[in-house]
C-alpha cells in the first residue's frame, strides 16, 4: 500500500453555500444589560467599601482614577457587548449548526452533528423572565471549543435540544446496523 497526500489547488476547492443565518432574540440584550447592571453594582459595592475602609484611598486622586477606570471599563463593556450581541446569529442545516459571534472580532463555528456527545438547554432566572434560554453543545475531544447560543426563545432552545439529540441517536444507530 502507497501512501498518497497530493495537494489541492484552491481552484478546485468547493463552492461555499450562501446561509441565511437567524439573529438570537432581540431581548437577549436586555438581559446582557441587566447582567452587566448586577455585576458593575457587585464591583462598585466592593469599590466604595475598600475606599470606606482605607484612609489611604480617601484622597481625590486615588478617588477619580478609579472612578474613571470603572467608567471606562463599564463604558467598554456595554458598548463593545451591544455591538457583540446584535451580530451573533445561527443556522441549523440538515448536518452542521452554523453560530456567528463577535464584532470586532469574528468567529463562525460549524459543529457537525456527528462531533457532538450532547447539549443541554441552560435558563438562568434572567432569561427565564424573557422566555429566553441558551443552548450548549459539546463535541468530542473539544479541547473547550464547545458553543453556547444564547439568546434562543425557551422553546426554540427546547426544540433544537430534541433535533440534536435525535441526529446524534440517527448516527450512532447508522454505525451499529
Not at 441552560?122 to 468530542?140: D, H, V
Request: glycine share 6%; with cysteine.
Amino acid at each position: 500500500m502507497s501512501f498518497s497526500n497530493l495537494p489541492i489547488h484552491t481552484e478546485e476547492l468547493p463552492e461555499v453555500q450562501a446561509v441565511t443565518l437567524k439573529p438570537i432574540h432581540p431581548d437577549y440584550l436586555k438581559v446582557l444589560r441587566i447582567n452587566w447592571a448586577l455585576l458593575y453594582a457587585v464591583i462598585l459595592a466592593g469599590i466604595v467599601t475598600v475606599f470606606i475602609l482605607s484612609k489611604k484611598l480617601q484622597n481625590p486622586i486615588a478617588i477619580s482614577i478609579t472612578g474613571s477606570v470603572y467608567l471606562l471599563t463599564l463604558l467598554i463593556t456595554v458598548i463593545i457587548g451591544t455591538g457583540s450581541c446584535k451580530r451573533k446569529q445561527y443556522a441549523v442545516r440538515e448536518k452542521d449548526i452554523l453560530y456567528k459571534t463577535g464584532w470586532i472580532f469574528q468567529h463562525l463555528h460549524m459543529i457537525p452533528y456527528n462531533r457532538l456527545q450532547h447539549c443541554v438547554v441552560n435558563m438562568g432566572p434572567i432569561e427565564r423572565k424573557y422566555g429566553l434560554a441558551s443552548l450548549s453543545l459539546y463535541t468530542a475531544a473539544s479541547e473547550g471549543k464547545d458553543i453556547t447560543i444564547h439568546g434562543l426563545p425557551q422553546t426554540e432552545a427546547e426544540q433544537l435540544k430534541e433535533l440534536v439529540v435525535l441526529q446524534i441517536q440517527a448516527l450512532y444507530a447508522d454505525e451499529n446496523v
